[in-house]
């Protein structure tokens, strides 16, 4: 059974920093991509960044580009986003999501499993 947990959300100032873990099991991790993705109330739900199979690529939405960092342990199945910079806007439910064999798409639709998300809020 393919399980993501998501963790390390929370409340921060604006200006700070967090960082989000996902945890993955029951799935050959080296062989997904994995994305982060984000659903503040009322929005839909909206890429954030991706990483490749082999860590090799990355790809940012241009809202957090330059602030966020998405990585990748192979060994501990965990791939996370270190966000930098923190505003309001980003303040949602944060995803993660496998794609096998992906390179970090933007597009949901293409990632098989999902976690259940952590919540990042961020105070003005």
């Known amino acids: 059974q393919v399980q993501l947990v998501e963790s390390g959300g929370g409340l921060v100032q604006a200006g700070g920093s967090l960082r989000v873990s996902c945890a993955a099991s029951?799935?050959?991790?080296?062989?997904?991509?994995m994305g982060w993705f984000r659903q503040a109330p009322g929005k839909e739900r909206e890429f954030v960044a991706g990483?490749?199979?082999?860590?090799?690529?990355?790809a940012y939405a241009d809202s957090v580009e330059g602030r966020f960092t998405i990585s990748r342990d192979n060994a501990k199945k965990t791939v996370y986003l270190q966000m930098n910079s923190l505003k309001p806007e980003d303040t949602a439910l944060y995803y993660c999501?496998?794609?096998?064999?992906?390179?970090?798409?933007?597009?949901?639709?293409?990632?098989?499993?999902w976690g259940q998300g952590t919540q990042v809020t961020v105070s003005s």
């Open positions: 999501a496998a794609h096998l064999l992906g390179n970090g798409s933007p597009h949901p639709a293409e990632y098989q499993y």
């Open positions: 029951g799935l050959t991790f080296s062989s997904f991509a």
């Open positions: 990483i490749s199979w082999s860590g090799g690529r990355t």
